[in-house]
């Protein structure tokens, strides 16, 4: 098993910046890839981000976050973080960490989620 925990959400204003981290625990071996996914009020869940665990550190990105957006990973601390720059109100939602076996942007491959941190862009 392997446990995620997000941390780093809060309120800021449009235009602002923000740093999500995932905290990895338990079997992280089984890791191949981490990405993030949001949820807005009323809306499904979507794809945001995702890093390679191992090996080069490869990314993907919605298209909508890409140059405002970056992941990144820490293996020596297991986390991986994910900066939000010019963050805007369409922004707001839900963040979820999540892990996985392979490499996808399909939120039904990832096998552990985390509880989620709450980003609210708001002026």
């Known amino acids: 098993q392997v446990q995620l925990v997000e941390s780093g959400g809060g309120l800021v204003q449009p235009g602002d910046s923000l740093k999500l981290s995932c905290a990895a625990s338990?079997?992280?071996?089984?890791?191949?890839?981490v990405g993030w996914f949001r949820q807005a009020p009323g809306m499904e869940r979507e794809f945001v981000a995702a890093?390679?665990?191992?090996?080069?550190?490869?990314?993907t990105y919605k298209e909508s976050v890409k140059g405002r957006f970056t992941i990144s990973r820490d293996n020596a601390q297991n986390t991986v973080s994910l900066q939000m720059n010019s963050l805007k109100t369409d922004d707001t939602a839900d963040y979820y960490c999540a892990a996985t076996t392979g490499w996808s942007t399909l939120e039904s491959r990832y096998d552990w989620w985390g509880q989620g941190t709450q980003v609210t862009v708001s002026s």
């Open positions: 338990g079997h992280t071996r089984s890791i191949y890839s």
């Open positions: 890093i390679g665990w191992i090996g080069r550190p490869t990314t």
